[in-house]
């Protein structure tokens, strides 16, 4: 068939050689390279065809190596032997698949072979102990299949909730759904968790929980055990090289958060050395995002940390993987976002404009509420910093409205449009020293509040100000802390 034969003469192949040279898909090239031939009356027709064909070689050869088809083939062959009485070599073949299944974690596949291995034991008394084993395997596994199943929709209903809040809770009644989630039984005795993965689903709540409240200390314990489980059993490292890697973040989170630096760089390295494992290898291309977090997790607790000068040379890493490989525009947005903090905080302001500017002009960044208002406020500050009274002036109402349509014109928001507002009418320094004094009394006072300090996490607004008051940089405001 077209999958085997790749002769030249074959001209579905010779028109899948000249698609692959192609740098940009031209169709005009391609009708003129097959000009005379039947296919460029129906080209349409040919491409769709083309794309089947080639859809089908790939799962063909997926299937080839995939656990779960070659489980499903055993099934089929087995099922085929015990309809032809050959219950030996059938019972030969399930044993061999029942020992990949329970290795590989299927255990809806594992399920079915314990079900087809009672039809081929003859029913008598040298194999009621047999019999009595594979009922308790199924018991255990229903009850791990359903505890699964619970696991999944209260992980289901948590990301709602948590989709409805935003990356930060700014309000206390906002937690309000967490908190009632919290008080489900799976969520308050561990011993529902009969599994791996509900195991692991039970401590990323938690540990999710803890870092809505700002508990770093107790979301610290919870990703240590989604962490410990792999270092337990690395084997579901390989089943589940995705979740391993969201562990590890989960510790780094905790860390950078509490500035704990040596714990941090330490499991920087675990992170680092988990990406040199072949199944965590092929994350680079399929979930780059989360293969590359390493780098933005750094980017991140660096400014937060106010190494700003360390945060620069992490940016070009993650422009090029960026660049390179597909990522979800959730990574995508606080890439940017905190690449055009390091610009700032680094005074190169012209190329945090950049950064911001095409934050703003992306659609899908209004999905991420709370990435969309701070990139307006920045845009702001930016500008003011550029000397830019005009456009402060110009996009101030138009970020007014903006926070105040989405409900998110919290208190910080609130006092740093104020001042901002006024900043083209000040004529001169004197005047300007004291409306930041002014600033930075307001702020102070609300600093501490456990929701209004969240907002100083996507921009260290306190030592912005600073820096204007002693006319220095962020940079050496933050180097002459240091030496204090």
Not at 116 to 144: G, S, V
Not at 205 to 212: C, E, G, N
Request: hydrophobic share 35%; glycine share 2%; with cysteine.
């Amino acid at each position: 068939g077209y999958k085997q034969d790749k002769d030249e003469n074959n001209v579905y192949w010779r028109l899948f050689d000249a698609i692959d040279k192609q740098v940009e898909y031209e169709e005009e090239k391609l009708l003129h390279k097959f000009r005379g031939h039947k296919i460029t009356k129906q080209f349409a027709s040919t491409k769709n065809y083309l794309y089947n064909l080639i859809l089908s070689s790939l799962t063909d050869y997926d299937e080839s190596k995939d656990v779960e088809s070659q489980l499903m083939e055993a099934i089929k062959e087995i099922k085929a032997l015990r309809k032809r009485s050959l219950h030996s070599q059938a019972y030969k073949k399930l044993e061999t698949a029942k020992k990949v299944a329970l290795k590989e974690k299927e255990s809806l596949l594992y399920r079915r072979l314990l079900k087809l291995e009672l039809y081929l034991l003859p029913f008598n008394t040298e194999n009621f102990k047999k019999r009595d084993f594979i009922y308790k395997e199924l018991k255990r596994i229903d009850t791990e299949i359903a505890a699964g199943r619970n696991y999944n929709e209260l992980y289901s209903r948590w990301m709602k909730a948590e989709s409805e809040i935003g990356v930060v809770a700014r309000m206390e009644n906002k937690l309000a759904s967490l908190d009632k989630l919290m008080q489900s039984p799976l969520l308050q005795d561990e011993s529902h968790a009969v599994t791996f993965n509900t195991r692991f689903q039970f401590n990323e709540l938690h540990w999710r929980y803890f870092v809505y409240r700002r508990d770093y200390l107790q979301a610290l314990q919870y990703a240590q055990k989604m962490m410990g489980q792999y270092e337990k059993q690395p084997a579901f490292i390989k089943v589940n090289p995705i979740a391993y890697l969201m562990s590890l973040d989960a510790v780094m989170l905790c860390e950078s958060s509490m500035g704990d630096i040596k714990a941090y760089e330490k499991t920087t390295q675990i992170f680092r050395k988990a990406r040199e494992y072949p199944s965590v290898k092929k994350l680079q291309k399929e979930t780059p995002g989360l293969y590359y977090g390493l780098e933005s997790s750094m980017l991140s607790a660096y400014t937060q940390w106010k190494h700003y000068e360390k945060a620069l040379p992490i940016v070009p890493t993650i422009e090029a993987n960026s660049q390179k490989y597909h990522q979800s525009p959730n990574i995508i947005h606080t890439n940017h976002y905190l690449i055009a903090l390091t610009y700032f905080y680094n005074e190169k302001f012209e190329k945090a404009m950049d950064k911001i500017m095409k934050l703003m002009n992306d659609k899908m960044l209004e999905e991420t509420s709370d990435l969309a208002c701070f990139t307006r406020i920045l845009h702001l500050v930016t500008h003011f910093e550029l000397g830019n009274d005009l456009m402060v002036a110009y996009n101030i109402r138009s970020t007014y409205r903006y926070l105040l349509k989405r409900k998110r014109l919290f208190k910080v928001e609130g006092i740093v449009l104020r001042f901002l507002r006024k900043t083209p009418d000040i004529l001169d320094e004197k005047a300007l020293m004291e409306s930041l004094k002014k600033l930075q009394n307001e702020l102070q006072t609300i600093a501490s509040n456990s929701f209004e300090k969240q907002a100083f996490a996507y921009f260290n607004f306190i030592d912005w100000i600073e820096s204007k008051l002693q006319r220095v940089s962020m940079l050496e405001l933050v180097k002459k802390d240091k030496e204090k």
